[in-house]
T-cell receptor
Framework: ETGVTQSPTHLIKTRGQQVTLRCSSQ?????VSWYQQALGQGPQFIFQYYREEENGRGNFPPRFSGLQFPNYSSELNVNALELDDSALYLC??????????????FGPGTRLTVT | SQQGEEDPQALSIQEGENATMNCSYKTSINNLQWYRQNSGRGLVHLIL???NEREKHSGRLRVTLDTSKKSSSLLITASRAADTASYFCATDSGNNRKLIWGLGTSLAVNP
């Protein structure tokens, strides 16, 4: 098991609402990445945070936003929820590997259902 | 968008047999990583191979990389029922540390 934790485990929201997902990174890891994984698909990169700043973003609209705190934990916020936002949200922590992506250590995920 | 494409989509073998899955990608990469995902242990990193490496081993896993063909293969030898999982390749290109993932190969190892 990795030392990455996520909360909550499951969440049911209504379309139009807002949601905040939380992640605690593995000890010593200063980089956190967030992914969305729809059923039967591979993870899709949402964004990455390094030392409290956004450090790369995937093809997700601005209503997906995030934060990283001084202890390297992180939040993912999604506003104006849509039905298609229903997915498993994964957080991964890592150490920087220069300009290349490093090995990712994943949390168990938050299963979000939007009705 | 998905960069990697795993092949086959699904694979079913008997315990003790070898399993080979392939990954093709579209653009030049810094490195390629393989991950395993099952319901019990979530998504777990297996192995990372750099663009200047051709082969790498880790226990029962062997990964090859052919950058001229933009492809990689993952070989699991002497498979066990516990290897039942989905296997994903993820590639990193450019300098934004972003991983692009394939759709995965679903492996079933039958006892």
């Amino acid at each position: 098991e990795t030392g990455v934790t996520q909360s909550p485990t499951h969440l049911i929201k209504t379309r139009g609402q807002q949601v905040t997902l939380r992640c605690s990174s593995q000890s010593g890891h200063n980089t956190v990445s967030w992914y969305q994984q729809a059923l039967g698909q591979g993870p899709q990169f949402i964004f990455q945070y390094y030392r409290e700043e956004e450090n790369g973003r995937g093809n997700f609209p601005p209503r997906f936003s995030g934060l990283q705190f001084p202890n390297y934990s992180s939040e993912l916020n999604v506003n104006a929820l849509e039905l298609d936002d229903s997915a498993l949200y994964l957080c991964a922590s890592s150490l920087p590997r220069g300009l290349a992506a490093a090995e990712q250590y994943f949390g168990p995920g938050t299963r979000l259902t939007v009705t | 968008s998905q960069q990697g494409e795993e092949d086959p989509q699904a694979l079913s073998i008997q315990e003790g047999e070898n399993a080979t899955m392939n990954c093709s990608y579209k653009t030049s990469i810094n490195n390629l990583q393989w991950y395993r995902q099952n319901s019990g242990r979530g998504l777990v990193h297996l192995i990372l191979i750099r663009s200047n490496e051709r082969e790498k081993h880790s226990g029962r896993l062997r990964v090859t990389l052919d950058t001229s063909k933009k492809s990689s293969s993952l070989l699991i030898t002497a498979s066990r029922a516990a290897d039942t999982a989905s296997y994903f390749c993820a590639t990193d290109s450019g300098n934004n540390r972003k991983l692009i993932w394939g759709l995965g190969t679903s492996l079933a190892v039958n006892p």
